[in-house]
Structure formats: C-alpha cells, structure tokens
C-alpha cells in the first residue's frame, strides 16, 4: 500500500487541510471532526484502495482503514500540518475547533471516545498481563510472593492503580483546560499520605469541614467530574490574573481550590454515581443473565458500528472499581468471537480471492479485539454473515451470562482476555466463546452465502444465449444504488453494477460492437441473440477525456465472450475522484418479458443477467 497517495487522496477528497477541524485515529480508523462533511466525497474515499468503508457516527467522520492506520494518519498529519502529527491516537490533533455543532449525546459519546482511545492499548496490554499472571498462579507457574510475579503485577497493575492521573491527562486535553494541572489534581487523590488515611478510615479535617474518607485508586467518575468542573474554574482565573502572571497564578489557585472541592464535594458526588451505576448494571444483570448474555451477544457490534460503544467503556471500569469484577467483558468476547468464526467461514467460502485475502486477515485481527475490518470488510458487506456472527454471539452471550462469568480486569474483549476471566464460571465462558465461534463459523459457512454465491465459479453450467456474462470482475450492486439519478432511475434500461477488482473489460455475449466512444469510458454491443447492452466505466468518467482508458475494439467489430474489450486503469481513476463503478445494462429491455439478475453473487465472476423474450413468457404478467 502506498500509505502517501492514500493519504492525499484521503485528505483530497474529505475537503482539504482546511475543512479539518480536529484529526486524530484509533486502532482502525482515521477520526475527523469536519468544518463541514457536504464538502467531504464519500464515496470516492471508500473507492480507494486501502480503505475499507466510511462511517459517520457520534459527530465523527471516520475512514475505516485497518491495520495500517497509523501509517496513514502520520503522513496525512504532516501533509495537514497537523499538530502532534506522530502522536498516535492523539485525539486533540487539530488545526482549529471551528467545527460543526453536534446534538449532546455525539459530544457526549466523542469526548469518552477521546478520552479512553489514547491509552486503551495500554490498558488492554495490561488486563492482558493482569490475566497470565493470574493464569501462571492458578497452574502454579510462579508464586505471589516471588520477585518476578510482584514486579510484573506492577507493571500490570500501575495503570489501573494510577487511572485518575491518565484519565486527568486526557479529559484536560478534550476540555481544553492545562494538562498538567489536571494530572496535579489527579495525582493529589493518589497521594500516599492520603490513600493511607483514607484506608485506614481516617476522617480528615479542612478548616473544620469533615473530608470522607474514600480512596480513589482505580476510579473513573470522581476525576471526570473534577476536570470537567476545573474547565469552567480555569477561565474565571485567566480573566482575574494579568497576563504577566497568569501562567503562575492560574495553576496555583486552581489546585488550591480544587484539590479540597474535589475531596470534599466532587470525590464523594462522584464515588455515588459510580456505585449507583455498578448497583444498576448489576441489578439489571442478576434480574435476567441470560437475556443480557443474549442482548449484549447479539447487538455489541452494532453499537460498534454506530460508535456508542464508548459509553460501556467507563461502565466496565467503574465495576471493576466499585466492585472489583465486571460482568459485561465476558459476553462480549463472544460477540467479537463470532465476528471472527464468520470472517473465517467467509475466507473458507469465498472464491474472490480480494474477499478471501481480507477475510483471511480480518479473521485474525478479530481474535485479538480489533473487529472493524472484519464487520466493514467482510460481515456487514456482505450481510449475511453479519445476520449469522449476531446469532452466533447472542447464543455465547447467553451461556456466559447463566455461567456467571466474572473479568478481574478491563482488556479489549478478545480471545486475549480469557485468562482475566479466571475463577467463578470460568468453563462457561470457555464453553460460550467456543459455541459463538463456531456458531458464527458454522452459520456462516452453511447459511451465510445465497446459492449462486457457493458455486464453484470455475464451472458455467448456462451458457444460455439469453444470459450475460459478467464484463469485469469485482463486487456486484443493484444497479438502483449508484450514485447517477439516470442510471439508478433504470431510465436507460434495467441491468446491474459492479464495484471493479481489476481494470479490464470483456465482452458479455456473442456479438458485435456498436458503439465505441471515443472517451473508452462506455462500450456498445448487441448480442447474436438481439440483447442491446451498454458497459459504462465509472461515473462522470467522461470528463477524464479519454485519459487511463485504452479501448481495444473498433466499431462493428465481432466478438465472442470473453474478449478483451477494454483496460482501464481503476486506482488512478480512483485517485482522480472518481466513481470506478462499470454498469451493464440493457437498453432494449422494453424487448423483453423480464431482464433480471441471477441468483445473488459474492463476485462476478459469473452469470449476471437474465433475459427472458417475450415470446417464452406469453400470457405471464410482465415483470421487466
């Protein structure tokens, strides 16, 4: 992949440098809060290759790229003049915050996404290390007294005791207020002095104002809320202090109010939203555990899809920290699971090699938590599957939830996560993610294709003369859903579309050549048995003149299947901005009875169209 041209075209096509109000990029995806997302091609920037689709969700416009985003994102930060262009995650990446207003629940869904996306591989590394070393002790591996074992549990563990100093660090970041500070009030809940205290049920006193006594090691509501009050303090201050001592006073009235409200008022405020939310989930938890197994099972990678689920993220943390276990981790391990039992049945199925070789990575990248690239890639975009892993995660979540299943820790729900859900209905998790993996793969395999789509492409059976072939491989699409009002209006005649794999264009029947435009962008041909078809290259192709296109036939030329018609070049056309998409269709369908596609294909690789003469079908209702 060229990570240069992808960027530019990215950066072309989503309105330029100057339409970015904020960029930044988590595991999978390139995040962008846009000045104005009417300027943005989204379907040119889903027609590059490299990426795999575009989602607009919680005020984000987010270009589904894979693996490889940070490749993407650092040459496209320095071709943006981003700041902090090699800061990885960085979610305050921007040029300016003049963007377009968002509803409260997508500010509210962007700032715990930016929040959490900065560090969330490290903390997903650390519930991982949390987890083998709590599998090496129950396999008596290692020793709890053991050096090594107390200095890797730190390693673990630091992240999760310190998490309202990281979280202090990020929040400031997102509420534009001075990081440092923030890590200062965060810092100052975990002061040793304190937290031995605290622990020890000492009641402190301020001025005569009784502190409770709670320690916030490992929390995530209380220092939320201080930054978030600190956000509206901070400027008050900035306007009662000169610019020449600003940059001192500021900071030093800021800690000297806020650590005691934080203490006094905002920890305790804090602590009860925490616990009320931990006694909630629970509640609703030991009501139906089942049926919560099946809902989170079935529906966590839709809340993917549409980006709420950032909002699980401290819901998950705060049960670990109120109560020292969560009971969500574990089921949703299945849903993830069952995406990629179905991303495998797919690689297994398929016979376009391009969904193969995506399938076959996305397979993999599932079972370790990253599941964009199988659900944008594979699953959704095909549907079936998708349909069959929600099945598959909804009867895994509902085995883990009657099993009970408790995690010890926060990690990405994966196959990784397994040693953190050590101790009581352990075996029904086991049992459950084996059930959603094969469940997702099973259903899939048998289930997930339409008929056509488990043929074995490499063997026609209709050679029909009222069959088209298809003129180019790649992806079919109703031919209703391009983007061309007359050619999706079925004005010129009904017929389908394909979504290119490669750049060449063969002929679809026996017959002859009657059009050739001077462009190579469109083709004529009438078929020996009558059919009239058109082949247009993109959309709006015209326009290129001519340019990354060679024709290979003349005027009145004969032709039989399968003859090269056609080159054109599809990632420079892509590149240039435009829509690839080849169209067949049939200009005389008024000739016929019915001009329908075959069976539902994966690919075109195949037979396409059906041409059904009047004659065969006297005194049927007409259906064209």
Known sequence: MDYSELAQSILTNIGGKDNISKAWHCATRLRFNLKSTDKANTEAIENLDGVITVV???????????????????????????????????????????????????RFIAFISGIFTPFLGALAGAG?????????????????????????????DAIFYFLPVFLAFTAAKQLKVNQFVAVSLGAALLYPTLVTVMTNSTTLHFFGIPVVPTTYTSTVIPILLAVWVLSYLEPVLDKLFPAAIRNIFTPLFSLIIMVPLTLLVVGPIGGLIGNGLASGVMAIYNFMPIGAGVIMGAFWQVFVIFGVHWTFVPLMMNNIAKMGYDPLLPILSAAVLSQAGAALAVFLKSRDQKMKALAGSSFVTALFGITEPT???????LKRPFYCAVVGGALGGAIIGAAGTHASSFTLPSLLAVPTFLGHGFMGEVIGLIVAFLGGAILTYFFGFARQQQADYSVVSDQSDNTVMAPVEGTIIPLTSVHDEVFASEAMGKGLAIVPNKGTVTAPVDGTITAVYPTGHAIGITANSGAEILIHIGINTVQLNGQYFETMVKQNQVVKRGDLLT?????????AGYDTTVMVIITNTA??????????????????????????????????
Do not use: C, H, R
């Open 567 to 575: 080159k054109f070049d599809v990632d420079k056309i892509k590149t």
């Open 375 to 381: 659900i944008y890639g594979v699953t959704l975009k």
């Open 128 to 156: 991982i290390l949390k987890g083998l070393l709590a599998l090496a002790v129950a396999f008596n591996l290692m020793s709890t007294t053991s050096g090594a074992y107390k200095i890797w549990y730190s390693a673990g």
């Open 56 to 106: 607009q969700s919680a005020g984000q416009y987010q270009v589904v790229i894979g693996n490889a985003v940070a490749q993407v994102f650092a040459v496209l930060a320095d071709l943006a003049g981003l700041a902090n262009p090699d800061t990885a995650a960085d979610a305050a990446t921007t040029t300016e915050d003049t963007g377009e207003k968002q509803n409260i629940i997508n």
């Open 591 to 624: 000739d016929y009875q019915m001009v329908k596609p075959t069976d539902a294909t994966e690919t075109s690789d195949n037979w396409i169209l059906e041409l059904q003469p009047k004659e065969i079908m006297e005194g049927a209702p007409a259906n064209v």
